[in-house]
């Protein structure tokens, strides 16, 4: 479903990224790992467009999508949500989720309110308000959610665009364990009931050994190993990456 | 901190202490019944008139400012090519209100459209800016083409023309209630259009770019063009407003291009509050009223006004119509 093929990314002098691979198949739940500034974040940014790598090419489906613009990967199929929150603060949960419905439903350029077309959008961000859990608070500004209720609505607008592939960076940042636990049954509910095929950035080892099928580990840019949660609790290497990079 | 108190203002603002309705049918009977209530207030039906004019052009510019979250200094270009577009239209083309309206509308419409294709790309300060600059430019060609425009002693020697519909003419030659009627039908129809546009899917998407255009962009919204489109649209309206304002006054003058207009566009906006759908008008009320009361007891009036706003913008962040409704929820 994903290919990237040797992926670089470098910033003038820096190297974020250095020659990284790695292969998603459909259905699959893919962790990726790495100590800070190991270039986790600026690999998502390759895949999902925000911009185009320095060298290497990806793969989507099948199609060739290394210099297309992020918008169009979303149509492709590619949602994603950010480290940082990113939401539509002043509106909300269903507006929020109604916006990216309308959007993927390619309303654009309606300018008037029509029936059939909201029914169509309305429906879209309803399901994917059940989906995620937030119908009880669709009404209520996502500003004033707590932290944990503002990081499912991103996950949720990600949703209502109807992708195939989920790219989650860090989706549990900042939460407490109430708020992890909920979260990680979430994504688990997604991939497991769902049949999302979710890659997600993850600073938690336990939300990531409880959830991924595989785990990709990058460290100063570099692919350190790939493998199962098994063969990865075992490596060394990565063992060492985490306490050279915590000492 | 201070967002978790604007959000809780939001939160209340988006819970009116009224249904909407009772809100619409208060402002549309203020409105039918203004060249009657007015005059018992001192004012007078042209005063009523001004309000609806300002008030369709600072609508106008909320679709951009208040909805789409972009900083226009320079609307007053767009009321101005419509005013003069108009003006023009009576002067040396046709008779015709009708086609003076329209002339109007397309010259500052597409003028804006032109324009914005040209800003679409910068943010912030350096979009304010260029409008700004751009503005000024048909400022001053007003003002110096004199032979044509009347430079500026603005340009005179015309006149609205009664309307035919088929056997029947709708007569607004005079001043006076009938000529009140007909901008407000004007008026109903631009303001419903609005209305109906910033309910729209397009609308829902300019509102996520003023929101986070970074999250907007990754729900493959095409945020350059939206903004394009609702620069463009807004100034399409605002110049038909600028039309209506050369019919007023049978008479168009620099002033209406001058960026100080644009500033006083946006105060109406940030005044009533840019976040409602009807605070611009409520802005341009008390802008036109202030200015009328105050500019006949001292020349100084804009500091008045100017005072004024400060003392909205430090005790009313969210503008006249964002705290009536906070007062609701609490
Ligand atoms: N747009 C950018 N311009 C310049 N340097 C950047 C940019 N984005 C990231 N970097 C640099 O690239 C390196 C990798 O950053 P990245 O955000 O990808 O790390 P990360 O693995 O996501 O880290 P974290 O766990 O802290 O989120 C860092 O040194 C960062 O400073
Ligand atoms: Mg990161």
């Not at chain 1, 080892?205 to 959830?211: D, I, K, P, S, T």
């Not at chain 2, 909320?62 to 789409?68: D, I, K, P, Q, V």
Request: aromatic share 10%; glycine share 10%; net charge positive.
């Amino acid at each position: 479903m994903l290919e990237v093929r040797n992926v670089t990314k470098r910033f003038g002098n820096l190297v974020a990224v250095n020659d990284v691979s790695m292969s998603v198949k459909p259905g699959e739940l893919r962790a990726i790992i790495g100590p800070n500034g190991a270039g986790k974040t600026t690999f998502f940014n390759m895949i999902s467009g925000y911009f185009p790598p320095t060298k290497g090419s990806i793969v989507f489906d099948g199609k060739d999508v290394t210099q297309l613009p992020a918008h169009q990967r979303v149509g492709l199929g590619m949602g994603r949500t950010f480290q940082i929150t990113e939401i539509f603060p002043e509106l909300t949960v269903r507006e929020n989720l109604l916006t990216a419905a309308e959007v993927a439903a390619g309303q654009t350029l309606q300018m008037v309110p029509s029936r059939a077309a909201a029914k169509l959008a309305n429906d879209v961000a309803a399901e994917m308000m059940a989906l995620v859990g937030l119908t009880a608070k669709a009404e209520r500004l996502v500003g004033e959610l707590a932290h944990g209720d503002q990081r499912t609505t991103e996950i949720g607008m990600a949703l209502a665009q109807l992708p195939r592939l989920l790219l989650l960076d860090e989706p549990t940042a900042g939460m407490g364990d109430q708020e992890t636990y909920e979260i990680t049954a979430l994504i688990r509910r997604l991939h497991r009931e769902s049949k999302y095929t979710i890659v997600l950035i993850e600073h938690d080892m336990r939300v990531v050994f409880h959830l991924a099928d595989h785990i990709t580990v990058l460290d100063q840019g570099k692919l350190l190993i790939e493998g199962t949660p098994k063969e990865i609790a075992a490596s060394e290497a990565v063992q060492a990456a985490y306490l050279g990079g915590a000492g | 901190m201070s967002t978790d108190v604007t959000i809780a203002a939001v939160a209340a603002a988006r819970r009116p202490a009224v249904p909407r309705w009772v809100t619409l049918v208060v402002i549309w009977a203020l409105l039918i019944a203004a060249p009657y209530w007015l005059p018992l207030l001192g004012g007078y039906t042209a005063l009523a008139g001004r309000v609806l004019v300002f008030g369709l052009a600072a609508m106008g510019l909320n679709l951009l400012l208040g909805f789409t979250g972009v900083l226009s200094f320079g609307h007053a270009a767009y009321f101005g090519l419509g005013a003069y577009g108009a003006g023009l239209t009576l002067r040396y083309l046709v008779h015709s209100t009708p086609l003076a309206m329209l002339a109007g509308t397309l010259l500052g419409g597409l003028a804006g459209t032109l324009f914005g294709l040209l800003i679409v790309r910068r943010r912030g300060v350096y979009f304010a800016m260029c409008t700004i600059a751009f503005g000024q430019l048909w400022y001053y060609l007003a003002y110096s083409w004199n032979d044509f425009t009347g430079g500026f002693d603005g340009l005179r020697d015309f006149h609205r023309e009664p309307i035919g519909f088929g056997p029947l003419t709708l007569d607004i030659s005079e001043g006076g209630t009938r000529f009140y009627f007909f901008l407000l039908a004007i008026f109903a129809v631009a303001v419903t259009l609005l209305g109906l546009l910033v309910r729209s899917p397009f609308g829902h998407t300019l509102r996520a770019i003023r929101e986070n255009e970074r999250r907007a962009r990754f729900l493959a919204i095409p945020v350059e063009r939206q903004i394009w489109l609702s620069f463009s649209i807004s100034c399409f309206f605002t110049a038909l407003a600028g039309t209506l304002y050369a019919l007023l006054n049978n008479f168009a003058d620099p002033l209406a291009l001058h960026y100080s207009l644009s500033g006083y566009f946006v105060v109406m906006c940030v005044m009533g509050g840019m976040r409602t759908f009807w605070g611009p008008l409520l802005g341009a009320t008390v802008f036109v009223m202030l200015q009328d009361y105050i500019s006949s007891m001292t020349v100084n009036w804009m500091s008045f006004v100017g005072t004024i706003f400060v003392l909205v913008v430090l005790f009313f962040p969210r503008g006249l119509l964002g705290l009536r409704r906070q007062r609701g929820e609490t």
